[in-house]
């Protein structure tokens, strides 16, 4: 949606369909939820949360797409994408957004700014 789906990384962690986690998760790369992740995402280079993915939990990263449900805050500190699918109950917090039609959201957002490059005279 953005074109900028570099931002998201090449996935490295999968939490897969009839995958239960409990605890907090922290990594430098991309993690891809289609099971149940009970806790939060510290960090993370990028989040999707697949169509049958649930995560109970806050969650930070660089660039996070939702397809399936979140639970709690979402922090995407470049880009969010709510899929048509996807339903999200906390407030979310991020520099670009992009809501599908079909997409639940229940919360607060709050949008920061772009930080643009100085123009060079």
């Known amino acids: 949606m953005f074109g900028k789906k570099e931002n998201i990384g090449k996935i490295e962690t999968i939490i897969s369909a009839g995958t239960e986690v409990k605890g907090d998760v922290s990594?430098?790369?991309?993690i891809r939820i289609d099971g149940l992740v009970d806790g939060h995402i510290l960090?993370?280079?990028g989040v999707i949360v697949g169509e049958n993915g649930k995560l109970t939990?806050?969650?930070k990263a660089e660039s996070i797409i939702v397809g399936g449900e979140v639970s709690g805050n979402v922090n995407a500190s470049i880009s969010l994408e709510l899929l048509?699918?996807?339903k999200v109950y906390g407030d979310i917090k991020t520099q670009m957004l992009s809501i599908q039609e079909g997409a639940v959201f229940e919360g607060k957002c709050t949008m920061t700014a772009i930080k643009k490059e100085p123009a060079d005279d």
Not at 27 to 30: H, K, L, Q, R, S
């Open 57 to 59: 939990g806050d969650v």
């Open 84 to 86: 048509s699918t996807s």
């Open 27 to 30: 990594t430098e790369g991309t």
């Open 43 to 45: 960090k993370a280079q």
